[in-house]
């Protein structure tokens, strides 16, 4: 005995529904950015091998900023993290570089990681790479950052 098909209409329905919510992106969705960052930092507080810079930033994609950053020299090597204030929130993150010394001073190439921000970049995340020189006390820097950002 042959029993009737199951009407998979409203099956196909549900799973058009499901497939269609699944593809329809939030009107808030991330979007990738690629960047472009200068900037220019003094030495403000601490002693080798802690220091804290401060300065601007001036972003291809999220325009002017200040910049704080905490870093940790040990020998050639330079850990830290860092927070950009924007006019419309900030950016957390962190870096590594290597620095090269030179008859004119030190030039260092390295990377960071953006790891979360607040107000319109909250939980932005991206990375990149930078360069930039500075003098052999480590007194100022300027570097330029070219990456990625999302938020």
Same mark, same amino acid.
């Given at each position: 005995?042959?029993?009737?098909?199951?009407?998979i +209409?409203?099956?196909? %329905? +549900?799973a058009g529904l499901v497939v269609g919510a699944a593809v329809a992106?939030?009107? #808030?969705?991330? !979007?990738? =950015?690629?960047? /472009? !960052? %200068?900037? /220019?930092?003094?030495?403000? #507080?601490?002693k080798l091998p802690d220091v804290v810079y !401060?300065?601007?930033?001036?972003? #291809? +994609?999220?325009?002017?900023?200040q910049?704080?950053?905490? +870093? =940790?020299?040990?020998?050639?090597?330079? @850990? $830290? &993290?860092? @927070?950009?204030?924007y006019?419309?929130? !900030?950016?957390?993150?962190?870096?590594k570089a290597r620095a090269k010394l030179t008859l004119k001073g030190a030039r260092f @190439?390295? @990377? &960071?990681?953006i790891t979360g921000g607040t107000g319109r970049y909250k939980g932005a995340s991206g990375s $990149? #790479?930078?360069?930039?020189t500075g003098p052999l006390n480590m007194s100022s820097a300027t570097f330029r950052q070219t990456g990625t950002i999302r938020f």
């Amino acid at each position: 005995m042959l029993r009737p098909a199951r009407p998979i +209409v409203p099956v196909l %329905v +549900v799973a058009g529904l499901v497939v269609g919510a699944a593809v329809a992106a939030p009107a #808030s969705a991330a !979007t990738t =950015h690629r960047d /472009t !960052t %200068v900037a /220019t930092v003094k030495k403000a #507080s601490g002693k080798l091998p802690d220091v804290v810079y !401060t300065g601007t930033v001036k972003s #291809s +994609v999220l325009g002017r900023g200040q910049v704080h950053q905490v +870093v =940790h020299i040990n020998g050639l090597d330079v @850990t $830290g &993290e860092f @927070t950009i204030t924007y006019a419309k929130g !900030t950016i957390r993150g962190t870096v590594k570089a290597r620095a090269k010394l030179t008859l004119k001073g030190a030039r260092f @190439t390295g @990377t &960071e990681r953006i790891t979360g921000g607040t107000g319109r970049y909250k939980g932005a995340s991206g990375s $990149g #790479s930078y360069a930039g020189t500075g003098p052999l006390n480590m007194s100022s820097a300027t570097f330029r950052q070219t990456g990625t950002i999302r938020f």
